[in-house]
């Protein structure tokens, strides 16, 4: 059997896994059964129901050392799910590494990217008195959730893509949007990219959280308490481990059946997720949120 054949063999056994009640593959490692897991409680606790689901798996990148093989894959999921009546698709792209010796897997697992830290002490907002009335802006919410569905598995080639690039989806997501950019070409002050340079709140989350938390001039958000508050184009903040550093960023882009957010993202790529993140390999029970509403300056 080839490797694909293997990895597809053993990603429908997955989706098997989620729509019934089969047992997982032999082959999938406990991490990601441990997602799968999740996923599938995720879903029932939501009064919700996979209808359809499908997967496409593509190999990236193989390297062998005599017996042992290092294959690179991604993986296109589709669900297609039913929620009291309303059908909607969610999907994600993942990208996963199996080891295999002599032809049998001996490891599979989630390929990690980690942004660089940023000297947070050196960060500066865009402050003035009131409102920043000397940018005006009005949010157009419908051009940022139209750009986050058109990009939400690609990369614009206009800006800077970077392996971990959650925080740099959501602020072209944003920029789409007819938000101005301010700051240029100071790299800890503002929100801004232009001329192959970027700010570290375009492109960081820990500091896009921090930025949205306090700036008046330019980029404006309010923290609202409750995830069913946002509206379409807003964002979510998710510190994964609640030890003060927020790692994940997303935007809202649809809404469940019970006004929950349903969101985009990069890293990995996800359309029409449900914003708890209770289905990613980051997941933890300590996870914290911040809801951000995007507010106009006009």
Avoid at 260 to 285: G, Q
């Amino acid at each position: 059997m080839s490797i694909k054949a293997i990895l597809e063999q053993m990603v429908n056994e997955q989706l098997a896994f989620v729509v019934g009640n089969v047992s997982v593959t032999t082959y999938t490692s406990k991490e990601i059964q441990d997602v799968i897991t999740r996923k599938k409680e995720l879903i029932k606790t939501r009064k919700a129901e996979v209808v359809k689901c499908q997967a496409q798996v593509t190999i990236v990148r193989e390297l062998t050392f005599g017996a042992r093989k290092e294959v690179d894959y991604i993986v296109h999921f589709q669900y297609l799910v039913d929620q009291i009546g309303l059908l909607y698709v969610e999907e994600e792209r993942v990208e996963r590494r199996i080891i295999l010796e002599k032809e049998q897997i001996v490891n599979d697992s989630y390929i990690e990217y980690v942004s660089e830290p940023e000297p947070m002490e050196f960060l500066e907002r865009d402050v003035t008195k009131g409102k920043g009335q000397y940018i005006p802006y009005k949010y157009n919410r419908l051009e940022a959730v139209k750009y986050a569905e058109a990009w939400w598995n690609g990369r614009n080639p206009a800006y800077k893509n970077f392996p971990d690039n959650c925080t740099n989806f959501v602020s072209q997501c944003i920029r789409a949007g007819e938000v101005p950019m301010t700051g240029y070409p100071t790299v800890r002050k503002g929100w801004w990219q232009q001329n192959g340079q970027w700010s570290w709140s375009w492109s960081v989350a820990h500091s896009f959280h921090w930025y949205l938390s306090g700036a008046t001039v330019g980029l404006r958000a309010q923290q609202v308490e409750k995830p069913e508050e946002l509206l379409l184009g807003d964002i979510i903040a998710y510190d994964f481990e609640n030890d003060g550093r927020w790692n994940h960023t997303t935007m809202v882009v649809a809404k469940d059946a019970n006004g929950m957010p349903l969101v985009n993202a990069h890293s990995s790529d996800s359309r029409k997720r449900y914003w708890t993140y209770e289905d990613s390999n980051k997941y933890t029970p300590r996870m914290k949120y911040k809801f951000f509403h995007i507010v106009d300056n006009e």
